[in-house]
């Protein structure tokens, strides 16, 4: 019997009987909500390395002596090792279960990021090089990957198709989340303190977090057992959603509506800098402004789709709103040139526009991830996971690898105008499939 209802004789989560090792303890109906803030508090921890460390993107340009281009490269590893572990640790949720993957993984996070606490630190006796850091940030990646998939699946196990989208996008507030926390901490932690105090506070994250993970994370595993798909089409995809075409589909363009929210979380921080003329507070509040209005608008999406049931639409419209968002941004910049006065009131219209349009491509996200997750199914949500955010986190590894080159070829309005085009590709690739026959 599935966990998705509540026993009106006893008040608790069917089918909850069995946590992971079948130990036969039984939660109250309440628990799936502590298992929704672990996976909220698991994915802000990550959210605040892999968006938080791109918003110190000054501060590590000149404590680590890196150009443009090694900046990139740096926080493109990041965002390759995710990219790599994603799909693995997926099918290792599946397989494992939520509680032990996550616990692996956070454990892990934090003891690597005390390594890099140790000997990542740079010094006016010692600057680490640019291989090094990239390497270690590598690392990081690789474990933080572990986060999505087995979160995800624990939300699909716990709470019922009506209540989807609207847990899975609260869970997805856990990114901006992260992320605006980082963008108002870490830069001015790097800048009064060093990067001794970045990889610190991330690692005492990521302990709090794994903590919580062991006290509170439980695996109804009888759910997966006893799930039966409702249709032939569920039953194809459940059976393997690697093998199924739509799951596909799905997952690319959610990969490819994710450069430019890429470009925006890795590259503002300089754009704002050096483009401008902003200083930090002026930086951190924008990052900060972009991941509360994401904030905000992923949970009201997941509400508002699970009650009208139309999760496409809404993903098709994030993707031709985000797209016009960067064109107007992109021809901002062209006109700035041509402005001789007036330039205060430039820079002001630069910051709105690129904050309305970093809050509406990383507003879908619960969304999308609901969509994939129940497309799959609950026992397979882990892969299909797995799947969604290795091609996203492709993205994380591509984007800030290419954003130097692209600026050095073109401009900033070349920028922003690739991400309105990646935007507008993705669109067509969300139209649903008619049925045939």
Known sequence: MSIDRLSPQTGLCEGAENSAGDTGQRFAAGHRWKVLGVGVAANACFSTIFSGLPSTAVAMRADYHLSNSDLGLVLGCLGLGVAVSELPWGLLTDRWGDRRVLLAGLSSLMVWLALMFALLVPSQAHVPTVVFLAANLLVVGLLGGS??????????????????????????????????????????????????????????????????????????????????????????????????????????????????????????????????????????????????GAMVMRVWSGRWTDRHRNRRAYLRFCALLSGMAFAVLALLVLLSPLVLTGGTMLSVALVIVLVFAGICVSSWHGVAYAEIATLAGASRAGSALGLANTLVFVGFFLVPLSIPHLLAATSWAGIWMAAAACALIAWPILLKPQPQG
């Open 147 to 292: 986060v999505n998939g087995s979160s995800g699946r624990a939300i699909m196990a716990w709470f019922g198709e009506g209540e989807r989208g609207f847990a899975m996008s609260i869970r997805q507030t856990a990114i901006p989340l992260g992320g605006g926390l980082g963008a108002l901490v870490l830069p001015s932690l790097a800048e009064s303190l060093d990067f001794a105090a970045v990889y610190a506070v991330l690692a005492a994250g990521a302990a709090v977090c794994a903590f919580f993970t062991w006290l509170w994370l439980h695996e109804p595993q009888s759910s997966y057992r006893s799930a039966k798909p409702k249709s032939d089409l569920a039953a194809k995809v459940m059976s393997g959603p690697l093998r199924s075409v739509e799951i596909w589909r799905l997952a690319t363009a959610i990969g490819i509506l994710c450069f430019p929210q890429v470009a925006v979380l890795t590259f503002t921080t300089v754009f704002l800098h050096d483009f401008a003329g902003a200083g930090t507070l002026v930086i951190s509040a924008s990052l900060a402004s972009i991941q509360v």
